[in-house]
């Protein structure tokens, strides 16, 4: 039998970087802990993506709590979803007595207590934290068809209603302009308008309607509508050169799964459909956690998925690092996962024969180890370690360590601050805090509709004199005579819809 390698030396071989990096904790064989066995992930092959996986309890929300820490003292700016308020703790010190402290002594690495730079956000400011909002134009009808729960044939639909809103002019800012549409085109004269590009069943509008009611009470009021967030202000640094971490606070809508899962993937396209290419860089321009992943593909469509994927695979070239959290690595489809190049998987356990399904899985995914049963590692891990494996500087995988994850500099707590004081001090609060409403396409329709059914005057019987020919199908004088303007045509052919069918304007 051949003689197994140095395990130390082979580690720190295999994880060394010669530039910046985040420490990922020390070795562990057999139970014992190798301090010289050094982890570690370069920060430029953080842009190739990750998952942090494990059963509940395990340590994962307190390993992407340290691994934010560090991409923030590395002036990289972050993106976490806080499910239950754990996060909030990375605005204060962790104290000097604490778990955080007493585990990097343990490890031998250098520890002082830190909070962090953070910026609070909420969706729609259903919690505390600055209001995250969005139009409806700009969430593009793939992703709303997710949040709606519809079918394929429905989500077709809702393309089509969104190109006759681009190409009329009718801005759909939030879910009432949405519902005046769908009931606008339902009627005689808007059925008319669509013969040309399709049309709508009366039978898929009103499940359409329906749907929408139940989005309207689920947080859909205060999530759609202006002042959208500008993506910039997720890409700062602070004063002191430290990336600001954006603490998406979610505790206030855990119920609502559908809605805050494509929330948070709306902000990851975003970030794709507005940021530069870049190509390699040495550090990322941010690196953002989608966490409980899994809500994300439950009951998605394959058109859906489909641009997820295409999203994970060329957003790298942005500069963005994401990483998917969830329980198991069977949460994420194939074609997902295969581009995740780091993996920091805590432990699984195997109860029922489904876990033990999920746990052949994750082996598979791993590469044969020199020093680990791997199957049965995943089972033995305690809190807060894990099997990490990530992608050298070089871009080729490292060997599988079990490795013992280092403490946080922060609170491993809820904050003692009062959060919604904290997110009405901050400067974005002043242009996110209250909602705004603009003249979109409720207005313009009810105009359209209200003129259609006034009776006829005297002065309007008179023969008018002839006049340019409007573009046909317009809602009304007001939308035709805009769409007739050079700068309603200069719309018309400057929108464009992206990977999502989010709207683009090159503006």
């Known amino acids: 039998m051949p003689e197994r390698p140095d395990f130390a030396a082979t580690i720190t071989a295999a994880y060394a970087s010669e530039g910046p990096a985040i420490d990922l904790g020390r070795g562990v064989l057999d139970g014992e802990l190798h301090r010289d066995a050094v982890v570690r992930a370069p920060l430029a092959m953080l842009t190739r993506h990750g998952l942090i996986a494990g059963a509940t309890g395990t340590g994962k929300t307190k390993t992407l709590q340290g691994i934010a820490e560090q991409l923030s003292a590395a002036g990289v700016p972050v993106v976490v979803a806080d499910m239950k308020g754990d996060l909030t703790g990375l605005l204060e010190p962790g104290a000097a007595d604490g778990p955080g402290a007493k585990r990097s002594a343990d490890l031998g690495i250098p520890w002082e207590p830190s909070g962090f730079p953070v910026e609070l956000f909420s969706i729609g400011g259903i919690g505390p934290g600055v209001p995250i909002r969005a139009t409806v134009s700009d969430f593009g ?44 085109l339902d ?69 609502r799964p559908q809605l805050f899962s494509t929330v948070l993937m709306w902000l990851v396209a975003e970030l794709f459909e507005t940021l530069p290419e870049e190509g390699d860089v040495e550090q990322p321009k941010l690196v953002f956690f989608l966490d409980e992943a899994h809500l994300l593909f439950d009951e998605a469509s394959e058109a859906f998925t489909e641009s997820v994927t295409q999203t994970v695979r060329l957003i790298r070239s942005k500069g963005i690092g994401v990483f998917f959290v969830t329980q198991s690595p069977k949460d994420i489809p194939a074609d997902v996962l295969g581009q995740l190049g780091n993996r920091i998987q805590h432990a699984l356990r195997a109860f029922t024969p489904d876990d033990q399904k999920a746990l052949n ?107 340019p020919k409007a573009p046909s199908g317009g809602a009304g004088d007001t939308i035709g005579d805009f769409l007739g303007s050079s700068q309603g045509k200069q719309l018309q052919k400057e929108v464009v819809r992206g990977i999502f069918g989010m709207l683009k304007k090159r503006l």
């Not at 429905?154 to 009718?170: R, T």
């Not at 989005?215 to 202006?226: A, I, K, R, V, Y």
């Not at 590469?367 to 080729?396: H, M, N």
């Open 361 to 467: 899985a994750a082996v598979k995914t791993y590469p044969k180890s020199d020093f680990y049963d791997v199957e049965r590692l995943l089972q033995e891990l305690g809190i807060g370690e894990a099997a990490v494996t990530i992608l050298d500087e070089k871009g080729v995988p490292t060997p599988v360590v079990h490795s013992r994850l280092p403490g946080t500099r922060s609170l491993m707590d809820t904050a003692s601050a009062d959060l919604a004081q904290a997110a009405q001090a901050s400067p974005l609060w002043a242009r996110y805090g209250a909602p705004t409403d603009a003249q979109s396409a409720r207005e313009l329709l009810a105009e359209r509709m209200a003129a259609a059914s006034a009776p006829p005057t005297a002065e309007a019987e008179k023969p008018a004199p002839p006049k």
């Open 187 to 255: 009627s005689k004269d808007g059925k008319a308008d669509l013969e040309g590009i399709g049309g709508l069943s009366k039978q898929t509008v009103g499940v359409l309607l329906r749907n929408l009611v139940a989005l309207e009470t689920g947080g859909g009021t205060e999530f759609f509508g202006e002042p959208q967030l500008d993506i910039a202000d997720l890409l700062r640094t602070a004063g002191d050169g430290r990336g600001v971490i954006s603490c998406v606070e979610l505790a206030a809508v855990q119920d």
């Open 141 to 184: 009808p793939q992703l709303l068809a997710k949040v709606l729960r519809a079918n394929a044939t429905q989500e077709s639909s809702l393309a089509l209603v969104f190109h006759y809103a681009d190409q009329k002019g009718l801005p759909l800012l939030d879910l009432a302009d949405l519902r005046a549409l769908l009931t606008w």
